[in-house]
């Protein structure tokens, strides 16, 4: 099956290059933000035809502050490769449209409160009568029970909550956040992990299901080693995964590096490397529990040493023999030899923005790898073609 048969076809769209493992898969994303949006584009990426549904004053997130002035920047990150129709399902006209669009779909993802869907007429119990083969995704800050359902989650939020800022932060110090979306983004994997595994049920049972995905679930998922606590152990035990010691960030003559020298090869690497053979001669620092209690005394030797080169000459100094990386800014990915080497950044033309470098896909398939990437929509900018074609679906039904 080429990316020219998809089911974008029935709405006058089609799709360059070779079919991805969701080939001919029909997902509608009327999510927001980034959890929902992004989890939908990394099934997109797998070839699945993704129509963004947004209301008409748009997702939020297009209104989010941006360099770019043409539209937000996070916008186009999370909403790659879908056609856009902005649909108002207080309207009834707008409504029926989107239920010839579920009877024909497979895979329905919402970021909405529990309460709302049944409201809006698209809970799932609802368009399950429509389309019993529904894929029907709902994320959620906390879940759909108990006393936080109803209550807007935000990754921030989610972050300080579940402890995961606390664990940040130095010892002692303010609790601070991990920036960078980390919990969407796991959330958004989830997402389409999930549905995937639910396609997968589907065509074994020929049976439809409803997939949870919270913000919540995802941030204590995320932190699943700190999440075990022995009935023996006391309330404060000590979840910090840091290995301490000499692993982190280090200042050098011009930058920083990274370095993690935790298994005695990469120990003896380190300390041959930097000069600091003395600290192999002693079974003092022989292994990563010994180092990370006696840092106090090998961090300021360690931090002599790598004053004599830069991060970058440290970097290419140590090869593959010491774990390690130079801080660069992300800029410097897009030009990046390895990530060149991957093909992880294409070029986009979009209809307001123009031309930009940007991320690809998440997972390389060998037979199937997926069909080109495109822009994300403007508003509506699909709207026409979708529109009728929901009406003569609608007609057809």
Same mark, same amino acid.
């Given at each position: 099956?080429?990316?020219?048969?998809?089911?974008?076809?029935?709405?006058?769209?089609?799709?360059?290059?070779?079919?991805?493992?969701?080939?001919?898969?029909?997902?509608?994303?009327?999510?927001?933000?980034?959890?929902?949006?992004?989890?939908?584009?990394?099934?997109?990426?797998?070839?699945?035809?993704?129509?963004?549904?947004?209301?008409?004053?748009?997702?939020?997130?297009?209104? *989010?502050?941006?360099? @770019?002035? %043409?539209?937000?920047? +996070?916008?186009?990150?999370?909403? !790659?490769? =879908?056609? #856009?129709?902005?649909?108002?399902?207080?309207?009834?006209?707008?409504?029926?449209?989107?239920?010839?669009?579920?009877?024909?779909?497979?895979?329905?993802?919402?970021?909405?409160?529990?309460?709302?869907?049944?409201?809006?007429?698209?809970?799932?119990?609802?368009?399950?009568?429509?389309?019993?083969?529904?894929?029907?995704?709902?994320?959620?800050?906390?879940?759909?029970?108990?006393?936080?359902?109803?209550?807007?989650?935000?990754?921030?939020?989610?972050?300080?909550?579940?402890?995961?800022?606390?664990?940040?932060?130095?010892?002692?110090?303010?609790?601070?956040?991990?920036?960078?979306?980390?919990?969407?983004? *796991?959330?958004?994997? @989830?997402? %389409?992990?999930?549905? +995937?595994?639910?396609?997968?049920? !589907?065509? =074994?049972? #020929?049976?439809?299901?409803?997939?949870?995905?919270?913000?919540?679930?995802?941030?204590?998922?995320?932190?699943?080693?700190?999440?075990?606590?022995?009935?023996?152990?006391?309330?404060?035990?000590?979840?910090?995964?840091?290995?301490?010691?000499?692993?982190?960030?280090?200042?050098?003559?011009?930058?920083?590096?990274?370095?993690?020298?935790?298994?005695?090869?990469?120990?003896?690497?380190?300390?041959?490397?930097?000069?600091?053979?003395?600290?192999?001669?002693?079974?003092?620092?022989?292994?990563?529990?010994?180092?990370?209690?006696?840092?106090?005394?090998?961090?300021?030797?360690?931090?002599?040493?790598?004053?004599?080169?830069?991060? @970058?000459?440290?970097?290419?100094?140590?090869?593959?023999?010491?774990?390690?990386?130079?801080?660069?800014?992300?800029?410097?990915?897009?030009?990046?030899?390895?990530?060149?080497?991957?093909?992880?950044?294409?070029?986009?033309?979009?209809?307001?923005?123009?031309?930009?470098?940007?991320?690809?896909?998440?997972?390389?398939?060998?037979?199937?790898?997926?069909?080109?990437?495109?822009?994300?929509?403007?508003?509506?900018?699909?709207?026409?073609?979708?529109?009728?074609?929901?009406?003569?679906?609608?007609?057809?039904?």
């Amino acid at each position: 099956m080429t990316v020219g048969d998809c089911a974008f076809g029935a709405f006058g769209a089609t799709r360059t290059g070779p079919s991805g493992p969701l080939t001919g898969v029909r997902v509608l994303d009327l999510s927001a933000y980034i959890a929902g949006p992004y989890g939908c584009s990394l099934l997109a990426d797998q070839g699945a035809d993704v129509i963004k549904i947004e209301p008409p004053v748009g997702d939020n997130l297009r209104k *989010y502050p941006s360099t @770019l002035e %043409a539209e937000s920047r +996070a916008f186009l990150g999370v909403n !790659r490769s =879908k056609l #856009g129709v902005a649909l108002d399902l207080k309207d009834p006209a707008d409504l029926d449209r989107l239920l010839a669009l579920v009877r024909n779909a497979d895979v329905l993802v919402h970021n909405f409160r529990p309460s709302v869907p049944d409201r809006l007429g698209i809970g799932y119990e609802q368009l399950r009568a429509v389309n019993s083969r529904l894929i029907y995704c709902a994320v959620t800050g906390y879940g759909e029970t108990g006393p936080l359902k109803d209550k807007a989650g935000y990754d921030q939020v989610l972050q300080t909550m579940t402890g995961m800022c606390t664990l940040q932060g130095k010892r002692g110090g303010p609790p601070e956040i991990l920036y960078g979306s980390v919990v969407d983004y *796991y959330a958004a994997a @989830l997402v %389409a992990g999930a549905v +995937a595994s639910a396609l997968y049920e !589907r065509e =074994k049972s #020929g049976e439809g299901q409803y997939v949870g995905v919270s913000l919540l679930r995802a941030a204590l998922t995320m932190q699943s080693a700190r999440m075990v606590w022995a009935d023996s152990e006391p309330r404060d035990v000590g979840r910090d995964m840091r290995s301490g010691g000499i692993t982190g960030i280090h200042p050098t003559r011009d930058g920083y590096l990274y370095i993690s020298a935790n298994t005695p090869h990469f120990w003896k690497a380190l300390c041959e490397k930097t000069g600091l053979t003395a600290l192999l001669s002693t079974d003092r620092y022989d292994s990563v529990r010994k180092r990370a209690e006696h840092h106090d005394e090998i961090v300021p030797k360690l931090h002599a040493a790598l004053q004599q080169r830069t991060a @970058l000459d440290w970097e290419a100094a140590f090869g593959e023999e010491v774990p390690c990386a130079a801080a660069r800014s992300v800029e410097d990915m897009f030009d990046f030899p390895q990530v060149a080497a991957e093909e992880m950044i294409t070029t986009f033309d979009h209809p307001v923005v123009g031309r930009y470098r940007g991320f690809t896909r998440g997972v390389k398939f060998g037979r199937t790898p997926g069909p080109e990437p495109f822009a994300a929509p403007v508003l509506d900018q699909h709207g026409e073609m979708v529109r009728d074609a929901a009406d003569r679906l609608g007609r057809n039904a």
